[in-house]
């Protein structure tokens, strides 16, 4: 971004984040290499993006393990995952896999600035976000999008509460 430029306001940047999501959701599905890679070119450029990501697995999670998520649980997730992205020769680091999936649960090691490890580019959680979520979305034969559009509804929410 220039210097010149502001960034963009919070719905432009939702409707960017949403698009460029469910594009991915579906690239992931199809096992469509050019498209999940155009979504995640396009999800860079959105840090916020992450937060996203993070609410929708989460929900997901909760929706698809309801009597509780046991490490075995997430070890399957994390195994059907980084599987099935291998199939279709998709680029996922199963750390990334691994971060996406306990940092959406809150129990992930946080870096100092209370982002993710640094030692995972900020491209590869989104990659790997996008796989947790077409994975269980399909292991659990659920439609993506109200849980899109839950996640970025609650971000709008979030970004307007004013703090005391």
């Known amino acids: 971004m220039a210097n010149n430029q502001t960034p963009a306001p919070w719905p432009l940047k939702a409707r960017a984040i949403s698009e460029s999501t ?16 155009e979504a995640l070119e396009q999800l860079d450029i959105h840090p916020e993006a992450r937060d996203v990501h993070a609410h929708m697995v989460r929900e997901l999670i909760e929706t698809r393990y309801q009597d509780g998520v ?10 059907r995952t980084v599987a099935d992205s291998g199939a279709w020769h998709a680029p996922v680091d ?13 129990v992930a090691e946080r870096s100092d600035d209370d982002g993710p490890p640094a030692t995972i580019p900020p491209a590869e959680l989104n990659g790997a976000a996008i796989l947790v979520i077409a994975d269980v979305v399909a292991d659990a ?24």
């Open 22 to 37: 469910d594009l991915g959701i579906r690239a992931a599905r199809a096992h469509d290499l050019a498209g999940f890679e």
């Open 70 to 79: 046991s490490g075995d649980d997430v070890a399957e997730v994390l195994s």
């Open 94 to 106: 199963p750390s990334a896999v691994v971060v996406v999936l306990t940092g959406s649960l809150g």
């Open 141 to 164: 034969a659920l439609d993506h999008r109200p849980y899109l559009v839950r996640a970025i509804e609650e971000i709008r929410r979030a970004q307007t509460v004013e703090m005391p």
